[in-house]
């Protein structure tokens, strides 16, 4: 049976504004408190008997006998599943995400990168992103571009709308029409061929590649370090916004939570584990304990899927279980759909 689908209309009520209320502020509600704000039609002692049921039925707890009530796990569960209506962005949250991942290049980790900052930003939760494994990923095109004279830029064009950039070392400045000779037996040789199989044959494909004058040498550098310049980040990289948006919540106000939460974001195979399985599952919400592992109990993820051919990731957020779920969701999902969008 899923969770809160024996409550009935009134218990459903009543939990639906106790946790509007500690979502809001951040402390116990009282039955006064819910019967003034939230104008359920019933007295304040009918709304005391139906959060003792719910306390019963383990939605609801309090510390102290004369306090409040605060949610749990389940209560957030029964809110999102059964109580909650999603709200889309504003117009004014949809422009912001649209200016910071349309108004510059497309390189791919750094739009995940600005994805979960500016998801972290408008949510004041975490955010995240899961880059996708590029292994099978096609490349459609490459550029030279000296940058200046010890570094080359190398950009990858990459079927799905993805941009990667590598810096190469080189010995020197090289005339342009040099460079422009070295890309073009580059787009030759490699264009049309996934990553994985670049970066295994690289050598065969270049060796009898007769270079411009001047551009041997840079054949050569592709050669003896095709290994490092192509090589793959690790599949699930996980990608992170700034966990300031977090130290300013309750939840974090004590420097052990907060040690806690900073180690959380060193832990990235944790947080790898955590959600590699939702490479798949559009929309995913688990809440404190629906998390697998115990160092996740006191927060929630919510997350996206994107996919655009073969390129699949995880956008979203992390946070304390006391989140704003129904304007966070939309937030994640709107997010997840414009990173669909650039990469295809």
């Known amino acids: 049976m899923p969770t809160g689908e024996h409550l009935t209309e009134r218990e459903l009520r009543v939990l639906d504004a106790v946790v509007q209320a500690y979502i809001e502020t951040a402390e116990p509600a009282g039955s006064q408190m819910i019967a003034r704000r939230?104008?359920?039609?019933v007295s304040p002692a009918t709304i005391r008997t139906i959060m003792s049921e719910l306390e019963d039925k383990g939605?609801?707890?309090?510390r102290h006998t004369s306090s409040g009530r605060i949610p749990t796990d389940q209560a957030y569960r029964a809110y999102v599943d059964r109580v909650m209506h999603g709200a889309p962005p504003s117009?004014?949250?949809?422009?912001?995400?649209?200016?910071?991942?349309q108004g510059r290049a497309s390189a791919l980790d750094e739009v995940l990168r600005r994805a979960a900052q500016v998801l972290g930003v408008l949510t004041q939760e975490l955010g995240v992103a899961v880059a996708p494994a590029l292994d099978r990923v096609v490349l459609e095109r490459v550029e030279l571009v000296q940058v200046s004279s010890d570094r080359m830029l190398l950009v990858l064009d990459l079927r799905s709308g993805a941009?990667?950039?590598?810096?190469?070392?080189?010995?020197?400045?090289?005339?342009?029409?040099?460079?422009?000779?070295?890309?073009?037996?580059?787009?030759?040789?490699?264009?049309?061929?996934?990553?994985?199989?670049?970066?295994t044959t690289l050598g065969d494909r270049l060796r009898d590649a007769h270079g411009p004058p001047g551009g041997r040498e840079l054949l050569d550098i592709f050669i003896a370090e095709g290994d490092d310049i192509f090589t793959l980040p690790e599949p699930g990289a996980v990608l992170l916004g700034s966990a300031q948006m977090l130290a300013d919540q309750p939840e974090f106000a004590s420097n052990a939570r907060m040690r806690e939460l900073l180690e959380l974001t060193e832990r990235r195979d944790l947080l790898r584990e955590a959600l590699h399985a939702r490479r798949r599952t559009g929309l995913s919400i688990t809440i404190g304990a629906e998390n697998g592992d115990a160092r996740l109990s006191d927060l929630t993820l919510v997350t996206s899927s994107y996919r655009s051919g073969?390129?699949?990731?995880?956008?979203g957020v992390i946070g304390p279980t006391r989140m704003p779920y129904d304007k966070i969701i939309g937030l994640v999902e709107h997010t997840s759909?414009?990173?669909e969008g650039l990469f295809e």
Do not use: K, Y
């Not at 939230?38 to 039609?41: K, Q, S, V």
């Not at 939605?59 to 309090?62: E, G, I, M, P, Q």
């Not at 117009?91 to 991942?101: D, G, I, M, P, T």
């Not at 010995?171 to 264009?191: D, F, I, K, T, W």
């Open 91 to 101: 117009s004014e949250q949809q422009l912001a995400l649209e200016a910071e991942l």
């Open 337 to 339: 759909r414009l990173v």
């Open 310 to 315: 073969e390129l699949s990731g995880v956008i």
């Open 38 to 41: 939230f104008g359920l039609g």
């Open 59 to 62: 939605f609801l707890f309090h």
């Open 163 to 199: 941009v990667r950039t590598i810096f190469v070392r080189v010995p020197g400045h090289m005339a342009p029409e040099s460079v422009q000779r070295v890309s073009q037996l580059l787009n030759e040789r490699l264009a049309g061929s996934t990553l994985r199989e670049i970066r």
